[in-house]
């Protein structure tokens, strides 16, 4: 490899560090991820992916702290640190699925509501929720997922879609980029409140029916879509102190 290949690569996992920082900083200040749950990133080209350690607050994620981790659980790189207890949920979902190149697992607690109500689906209730046509499962393990085994069911229970709920935990969700993920968690959370609202208010959900969710799919510009939601959080997150004006700039450079 070249030095100038060297250094292209280390910029593009710098930049992979840093996205999934600010992903997890600015879940926590829109309250989808407090002292609990972790963003991880695939490393392009190995069995691995970067993660957060596990004491350090999600509100101040240094990409410069992160550790990498193979899907065994094993540290490649920051062995001075420890690695989040549930490190099985991104292992195992990175080897069953190679199309996920973000994993995020947090604690939203309205989606968890929806897996301690008898007869109540968490359904596609608003446009963007067209994200989950295909389906929201629910892993029914309420315990921390720490083993491979419970890694393998959650995967398996997750399956081809992109999120699932975990039963009286949290949820788990995936994408194709930490910016991606963050987009799709800010619009699962507002689909989870509108459906809680129509419950509330005493009302049936009518959730999209099918021919309204292909024709939602149809007309989707998801990266388009990304692109537009991750500068509005960048800019938002930089007024508010969250991130720095040299991460917003060379996010959007």
Known sequence: MTAASTNGLSNSLAK?????????????????????????????GKDAY???????PRSDVDPDRMIMVD?????????ER???????????????RPDVQSVLHCHMELAIWFTMMEGVQLVPMRSRAARWVSGIPTSNDPTHIKTKEQG????????????????????VMVAESAP?????????????????????????????????LDLLEKSEMRE????????????????????SSEWAKEEQA
Do not use: C
Request: no cysteine; aromatic share 8%; net charge neutral.
């Open 16 to 44: 992979l560090r840093r996205e999934a920082a600010i992903t997890s900083r600015i879940l926590v200040m829109e309250g989808l991820l407090d002292y609990s749950g972790h963003v991880s990133v695939r490393v392009p």
């Open 50 to 56: 970067y993660i957060q350690p596990s004491t350090d």
């Open 71 to 79: 899907f065994d659980g094993n540290i490649l790189e920051g062995a």
């Open 82 to 96: 420890r690695p989040p207890f549930e490190i099985p949920i991104h292992g195992e979902i990175y080897r069953a």
């Open 152 to 171: 393998e069911i959650l995967a398996r229970d997750l399956g081809p879609h992109h999120a699932a709920l975990m039963r009286a935990h949290g949820v």
């Open 180 to 212: 991606a993920l963050l987009v799709d968690a800010v619009h699962f959370d507002e689909n989870a409140k509108a459906q809680m609202q129509v419950l509330q208010a005493g009302q049936k959900p009518v959730p999209l029916s099918r021919q309204e």
């Open 224 to 243: 388009f879509h990304v692109g537009k939601l991750w500068n509005y959080y960048l800019r938002k997150a930089e007024k508010a102190g969250v991130i």
